[in-house]
């Protein structure tokens, strides 16, 4: 149970910093923190990661919708084994951001990002994150890196 708990915890918390980014930075506004290295700005991607296919919503929508439904019937399958504790944390972790961000395209269109860092890479400084991103990021590695120590 303590993996569902991780899942909704993640869309939950990430839902509510949203929220808060969405009420308390204006368009085009930059709060910097951490000596500047932080930036907090909002942004609404229609696309993928990285703005990838921002000019097909629906094919975004509806693919993202088929992969989270099956790592979910994945999830819920593995939540009930004993074991393999990495792979349920990293599908906890993939799933509460993955349903978190594919909600706010079907309410709004748009997925909120609102963090970003400042590098020396000028391409990196220009990627705007999230919660659920970090999580979905997270998850990804882990459930791979543990799916593929079991098979070895």
Request: proline share 1%.
């Amino acid at each position: 149970m303590i993996f569902i708990g991780i899942f909704a915890g993640i869309f939950v918390l990430d839902l509510l910093m949203k929220k808060c980014a969405e009420y308390r930075l204006k368009d085009k506004e930059k709060r910097e923190l951490a000596g500047g290295a932080v930036i907090l700005h909002r942004y609404e991607n229609p696309g993928a990661a990285l703005g990838i296919l921002k000019h097909h919503a629906k094919a975004v929508l509806w693919g993202t919708f088929i992969i989270l439904s099956l790592l979910t019937a994945l999830f819920l399958k593995l939540v009930r084994q004993p074991g393999r504790t990495g792979e349920k944390l990293g599908l906890a972790l993939l799933l509460g951001g993955g349903w978190n961000n594919w909600t706010d395209r079907v309410i709004k269109g748009s997925v909120t990002d609102y963090i970003s860092f400042r590098s020396r890479w000028k391409r990196f400084s220009r990627i705007v994150f999230n919660l659920s991103d970090f999580a979905i990021f997270a998850g990804t590695a882990l459930a791979g890196l543990s799916r593929s120590g079991r098979r070895s």
